[in-house]
């Protein structure tokens, strides 16, 4: 320590560890609760989907855009006459 203060000591740049040191812990809380702290494992899964398999039907989809306003009544009702061919409940085979 002595030999640093008959030199002229460490100068201004030693202001700089305690700025890199707040921007890790800073980083670091940031994906922790970007990630860890919400049940995630990690930033490349996004955000969870909500419903499990029913919520990512092609059928619920259809719904959700028309319901957002996305598409017209009459665009909703031709797609989903297609998708219920393929999707629905009543299947290929059936009669509607």
Do not use: C
Not at 60 to 86: H, K, N, P, T
């Amino acid at each position: 320590m002595n030999t640093l203060a008959l030199h002229g000591g460490p100068g201004p740049w030693i202001l700089l560890f305690p700025l890199i040191w707040a921007a890790v812990v800073i980083t670091v809380v940031t994906v922790l609760r970007r990630t860890v702290w919400r049940g995630r494992r990690g930033p490349w899964q996004g955000r969870p989907r909500q419903g499990g398999p029913a919520a990512r039907s092609p059928i619920a989809m259809l719904g959700r855009r028309f319901a957002a306003g996305e598409i017209d009544e009459e665009e909703y009702w031709r797609r989903l006459s297609v998708l219920d061919e393929q999707f629905g409940t009543r299947g290929k085979d059936a009669v509607a």
